[in-house]
Structures are given as structure tokens and as C-alpha cells.
């Protein structure tokens, strides 16, 4: 034992001797964080840079110009960074540097780290002198700042990359930067473990089949349902945060097909024993739209269970991108000659032009939940109204979606409004509760008929 710890002793002074003697031009950028002081590191901070899109270069000079730019933006880093910092080019166009940042007492993180280099910079690399590339360099960067800088270098560039990646504006043909924070890590490593949640909970069957009742608005009757989706067990999971995350990650299609899958069964072996149903309408996501497989997915499933039409209705969201181009169009008119009904959902809420319900693609507009609010008045009255009068124009049924009030319910009912959705009558509920409600209504109405 006395043996190892003098052979570690002799090591470490060893290594002690190297980093003192040694110039850290001529270290690595390794050697040269084990070589920095306590007080030398709380006045640095570490970047990891990356060209953007550099990918570009190389197909339309060739790999061998490419590298020849990476070695001419290299030199432009040393030159930038010459008695203040040290560079190296790690990987590909990724580039790690430590430059001088000490902290400015009552300047935000984000100003600190532009007043200090990263302007200077990145004008730097953008106005270069080089051939083909002059003011078409686009750069990314993540930066830990030094008070930041505590962790093992390996940690420290895991962490630099993440915040670079994670950066809102990394696609956008500009220069993008974020500034580690604990909290942002601490949130990015959350989402990734509530997504690997959700898709045990999928593999799991956790997911848990809810309805919300539509309500005839004069009849008072259920006449259909909208499926929504609850995790069994999860309360300490908000359903905006679980939808979030499935859609962030594409998740949100398995889930949907399978619930549709799910409902399908439900509607067919009602129908062969002779027991009530009504129709139910799907939410699609503007991330389902995206999948190539989406429209022959749900279509094959309808034939494989032989659902009538009738009893099986899409909602469409109106952020979803409507624009030439975006299929979402072409998939309602596809669905529509299929036979099954297509709705705007959330509609008011979004940027949806009015052209699409021009196109005669659409049976029903939800109004959102906005309109129904705010304390009811006269002018908001009048715009409802209106808003009703032209969606039946065009022959588009509307539904009300959200309203709780009585006051909504009794105005609603002197318009052309024809359904309800919302806590005044029904909140969401499981499929088999939701069953049990239509066939309490429909022995009650047999009642009443006697």
C-alpha cells in the first residue's frame, strides 16, 4: 500500500514538473485545464464552437477545400484568441477554445459573454478575407462561464455541446450561442428522462382512454366524443408537459394509433352485440401529419375493424401549417373522399386562414375555448354571432368548446351554434364511464318516450 501511494506520489509530481515547464502553447487543451488555478478558471470561459451547415462546403468544394477552410477559420481563431486564450480544433468543424470572461457585476450572462468576445467574434469569422466563404460563415456556440467551470473536462464538454444543440436558434442561417446554467441542464436531462418514461408507459400500456361528451346544444343530448389521452398513475405530470415532450420527440404517433386502435375495437364490438355508440373524433397532431405512413396507417386500421364512416371523425388543429405544400390540405381532402368527417379544432386560437374552409374540405369548426372566458358582453356577443354566421355559410357545422358558464350556454342557444363541448355538462372521462353515461341516456330517453 506504502508502495502504490509513492508511485502516485512520483506520478503527480511528474506531472506537476510537465505542466510548469511546459509552454500551454504546446499543451493540449486537456493539459492546458488541469494547468489552470482555481482563480485562473473562475475568469475563463470554455466554448465549444461549430460551423454551421459546414457539411455544404465539402459537397460543393470537396472534402480537401473543406479542410482547408477549417484550417484557415482555425488560424483566425489563434490569431483572435493570441494573448488571451487557447484554441483547438477538436473534431470535423468543431472547434473548443478558453478565452478570458471575468464576470461584470450586474451584467446577465448572455451580455457578459457578448461584450466580452463573442460580437467580436463572430464578426471576426463572418467578414473573413477567404474565398467563397466571405460573409456566408455561420457560427453555433456553447459556453460554460467560469464560475460554471468545476467538472472533469470530459464533463465539461458534454456539457458546452448540450448547451450548443439545445440553443432555439441553431437552425437559423445567423449566429447562435447558449450559456450553461444549471437549471437549463437540469431541465434538458429531465425531458429526456420523462421521455423514456413515456415510452415504458407506452410499451406498458399505461395510457388510459378518456372521452369528453359533445352535447346536442338544444337537445341536451350526447351525440358524440372527443378521445383524449390520461397516464395511469402520472399525476405529478401535467398533460401540456406530456404532450409536449411526446411531440418533441415524435413519440405522439405510436401513442395516437394505438389509442385509435384501442377505440376502433371499442366501436366494432359495441356495433356486432347491438349496444350504443356515437361517433368519436381523433386529435391529429401537426407532427402525425409529417409521417408518410399516417394517412394508410389510420385507414388500414378502419378496414381492418370495418368501422362504418359515420362513427369515426378527424380534428385537425389550427396551428397546424395549412400553407401550399404542408399536405395538411390533401390529407382532409383524402379523408373527406374516404367518407369521414374532418373538423378545425381550437379554431380562433391559431393563424388559420379563412381560405381553407373555403375548400369544402371541412364538416365542422370548434370554436376554442377563448371566445367563452372572458365575463360575457354585448359586443362580444355580437363577434360570436358573427363569427357563427359566416362558418354556416358555408355550410360548416360549429361547436362551442370550453364554455362552463350558463350565461354562454343560454346565448349560444339563440345562435346557429349546433353542439357543446366543455365542464358545464361533462368534463373528460374513461371510455367504459363514458359508455355507461350514453346508455343511462338512452334507457332514460325510452322512459320518457313510454
Partial sequence: MILEEFVLFIRKEREYIYMNTMSRKDMTLREVFSSFTEKEKSNMAFVEMNIKNFQYYNARFGVEHGNGILDQIYSILKKFLEGKGYVERSFGDTFYFFIECPEREGMSADALVCNEFLVDLTDALFYNKLEGIHETIFTSFGIILGKDIKDSYDEMLIKAGLMRKICPELKKRSYSFEVFTEEKYKKYLYRQQLMEQLTKARINDEFIVY???????????????????????????????????????????????????????????????????????????????????????YLTILEEFAIPKEYVEFEFLEDLQFHVGSHVEETMKDFKEAGIRCSIDDFGAGNMSFSVLFKRNVDTVKLDRIFFKEPITEQRKDAIRGLIDVVDTLGISVLAEGVEDQEYIDFLKTTKCKWVQGYYYYKPMPLQQFQELIEFQEREEKISQK
Fill in 211 to 297: 372521452a369528453q361528451p359533445k352535447v346536442d346544444l338544444h337537445t341536451e343530448k350526447i351525440i358524440g366524443g372527443e378521445i383524449l389521452l390520461r397516464w395511469f398513475g402520472r399525476e405529478d405530470v401535467s398533460l401540456a408537459e406530456c404532450f409536449s415532450v411526446l411531440n418533441e420527440y415524435g413519440e405522439i404517433y405510436t401513442v395516437d394509433l394505438t389509442n385509435f386502435k384501442k377505440v376502433c375495437r371499442y366501436l366494432k364490438e359495441g356495433l356486432e352485440n347491438g349496444e350504443i355508440r356515437v361517433p368519436m373524433s381523433f386529435n391529429i397532431p401537426n407532427i402525425t401529419i409529417k409521417d408518410v405512413d399516417f394517412k394508410e396507417d
